[in-house]
């Protein structure tokens, strides 16, 4: 067990700050004192949300929800890396220990493809969710409950796609790609239903519509640099994009 | 099938054809090392190829045909893609720290305009000789050869143009393979497999200008 300490830390903050999506935005610098290090970085900035609404100052305006890094609600880029320097996590996930060297953060929103900053660290992420929506349904018996062993899956195939479901849907993997491409998103996505028995009657349909959905909602077309790979808080990987590529050839 | 899934199927699929065009030719350019004779003989033997049932000619400019359709597919198809790449290319105040982008990764259109304009000049200069330092003479292929890099210029120019094309070929090989849905274990190891054959690509092309330059 780590030893709980009374330690305090201080951090510059160093903050994109943007009205609203019209507004220009700017980098705004805030020294955060008496921070305990082991304070998450979003518990940082409600205290220092705290301190700004005493001095009638507007807070800083970020997105968070579940704070345990299964939601997808959270994140931002933290010195120049879409959920910070660390592989494997999300932005609520990070603690003010890991960065007790660092002195400066620098936090600024997602962007890429079709992102709109809408307030400071919060962006317009919708584009991800009609992705999903252009996927449509999967045909399954809504009457009684089916006998439990009547559609078998190999635990191989288990295995892939909960990996692939795995995704949260943060779109880290978008700010993080040169080309704004939500594909290792979308490939989840395709590749969680396509690989299942419930999934593979509209499969063909389902890659279709949301590779063209990505296209249409102005995300890029990949090109291979592998960087989404690098950022995704549940190491999501490649093989993903592979396989639904090698779908959306056939459909 | 989806836009994109359609254009990442021509383009990669004449991406590799190319690439195995680009390996016959080095192949061929190796049998300088043989000598005058090697070399002419391998000239005359492309452009009389099936002769025996199409004539002389035939075979070389049907194949050449290809080839520009293959080159013209694939630029146009790239050329959309990249399109909508750099449409939604983020924007970032702070600068984004990128991990396993590489050069070649990061510019591949660029990398594959001067690759362009290098075939254009090799056109103009080996195989219709309108751009030539001296001397140029209709299928004396080695001649032509050992004239043109003793020349300083011509050799930079194949030393740059050589760079480029192989380095544009070592992202484009694991690329084309991952957007063709190969076997992933395969993809995986293809990322490195794409740099080192890029390399003995970059070698083999090399090999006779370096040669021909410094040691003949």
Request: proline letters at 4%; aromatic letters at 14%.
């Amino acid at each position: 067990m780590r030893e709980v300490t009374n330690r305090s830390m201080e951090i510059r903050l160093k903050i994109w700050r943007q009205e609203s999506p019209e507004s220009n935005g700017y980098f705004e610098e805030f020294l955060v004192e008496n921070i305990s290090p082991e304070a998450s970085l979003l518990e940082a900035l409600d205290s220092l949300n705290e301190r700004l609404t005493l001095e009638n100052r507007r807070p800083i305006s970020f997105d968070s929800d579940c704070r345990e890094g299964i939601c997808g609600t959270c994140g931002f880029v933290i010195n120049g890396r879409p959920h910070g320097p660390f592989p494997g996590v999300t932005t609520c996930q990070l603690h003010m220990r890991m960065f007790e060297k660092a002195g400066l953060l620098v936090l600024e929103p997602f962007r890429g493809g079709p992102f709109k900053v809408l307030k400071d660290l919060i962006v317009d992420r919708s584009g991800l969710d009609r992705i999903i929506q252009a996927g449509g349904f999967i045909s399954v018996s809504t009457g009684s409950a089916p006998e439990a062993n009547s559609i078998l899956v190999p635990k191989n195939l288990a295995e892939e796609a909960f990996n692939a479901a795995a995704c949260i849907g943060c779109g880290a993997c978008v700010a993080a790609c040169p080309n704004g491409s939500a594909m290792l998103f979308t490939a989840a996505k395709i590749k969680h239903l396509n690989i299942l028995p419930q999934g593979k009657a509209e499969s063909k349909k389902r890659t279709k519509n949301m590779l063209d959905a990505m296209i249409n909602e102005g995300f890029g077309a990949c090109s291979n640099h592998g960087e989404c790979e690098t950022v995704c808080p549940k190491r999501i990987s490649l093989e993903t994009i592979n396989f639904a590529f090698k779908e959306g050839l056939s459909s | 099938m989806s836009k994109i899934s359609f254009l990442k199927l021509v383009s990669s699929s004449t991406g590799l054809f190319i690439i195995l065009f680009l390996i016959l030719h080095v192949s061929g350019n190796l049998k300088y090392f043989g000598g005058p004779d090697s070399l002419d003989n391998y000239a005359l033997f492309l452009r009389i190829f099936g002769k025996e049932i199409l004539g002389e000619y035939t075979f070389l400019n049907l194949f050449r045909i290809v080839l520009v359709i293959a080159f013209i597919l694939h630029i146009w198809s790239t050329y959309l893609l990249t399109r909508y790449n750099a449409k939604a290319s983020p924007q970032y105040e702070s600068s984004l720290a990128y991990k396993s982008t590489t050069f070649s990764s990061k510019y591949m259109f660029v990398l594959g305009i001067l690759a362009l304009s290098f075939l254009v000049f090799h056109i103009l200069h080996f195989t219709l000789g309108i751009i030539h330092p001296d001397g140029f003479e209709y299928l004396k292929v080695y001649n032509n050869v050992t004239i043109s890099f003793k020349n300083t210029i011509y050799f930079l120019i194949y030393f740059i143009g050589v760079t480029v094309v192989s380095l544009h070929v070592s992202h484009g090989i694991w690329s084309a393979f991952q957007s063709l849905g190969f076997n992933y274990l395969f993809v995986k190891h293809a990322r490195n497999f794409a740099k080192l054959f890029a390399m003995f690509l970059w070698i083999g092309f090399l090999s006779v200008p370096i040669f021909v330059y410094f040691f003949k």
